[in-house]
């Protein structure tokens, strides 16, 4: 049947966030691995990833660039937060 769904935190999401905005759209992978964000993301899978990025709205088929400025206007607030 697969794993039950876990509910995402808000720090996950700051630090979903956060990685998009350092790594760009699609680097779930390098998202994944950064030792900033590894400890809020580490039962989380690069899936997961697309699929919360999906569903917050950010359209993963937008460029990196423009993913990056919208989610540094959105998110870096709570990235600091978090983070800093």
């Known amino acids: 049947m697969g794993k039950a ?5 808000s ?6 966030s956060a990685g998009v905005y350092k790594y760009g ?5 390098d998202i994944l691995n ?3 964000f590894a400890h809020c993301l580490i039962n989380r899978s690069n899936v997961d990833l ?9 359209n993963a088929s937008n460029s990196q ?9 959105r998110y870096v607030f709570i990235f600091q937060m978090y983070f800093l």
């Open 34 to 36: 950064d030792h900033q």
């Open 65 to 73: 660039g423009s993913s990056r400025r919208h989610t540094g206007s």
């Open 5 to 9: 769904k876990k509910r995402w935190t």
């Open 50 to 58: 697309k699929d919360k990025w999906r569903n917050l709205g950010c």
């Open 25 to 29: 759209t699609g680097k779930w992978k």
């Open 11 to 16: 720090e996950e999401e700051a630090a979903l």
